[in-house]
């Protein structure tokens, strides 16, 4: 089998110390869930399984506190497909708030 559709159009806005995350989810019948993780920039292995859960769920928004303030990191988001297949990652660079 092949891999979902992943998100689309994820995006990040500060707000105070926190980011708010939204992203678009796949429609296509097969799609389960979406994963998203965040990690420091200076990762080497972005993956559905590393770094830190952020979001895992049928929703398109997610909220990341605790980034250190000016610090770089990596937002990823998967679709997990109800056969468990794991789409490409989509990512975005954001600075801690």
């Known amino acids: 089998l ?4 992943g998100a689309t159009n994820l995006h990040a806005t500060p ?7 939204t992203w678009t989810n796949p429609t296509v019948l097969q799609w389960q869930d979406t994963i998203v ?3 420091p920039a200076a990762a080497v292995n972005v993956a559905a399984t590393t770094g830190s859960a ?6 398109s928004a997610a909220t990341v506190s605790g980034l250190q303030h000016g610090a770089s990191y990596w ?6 497909d109800q056969w468990g297949n794991v789409s490409p990652p989509v990512e975005l660079k954001v600075t801690g708030p």
Do not use: D, E, H, K
């Open 15 to 21: 707000t105070g110390n926190q980011v708010q995350l």
């Open 2 to 5: 092949t891999s979902p559709p």
């Open 54 to 59: 952020v979001y895992s769920g049928t929703g």
């Open 37 to 39: 993780r965040v990690q």
């Open 75 to 80: 937002i990823t988001a998967f679709t997990v």
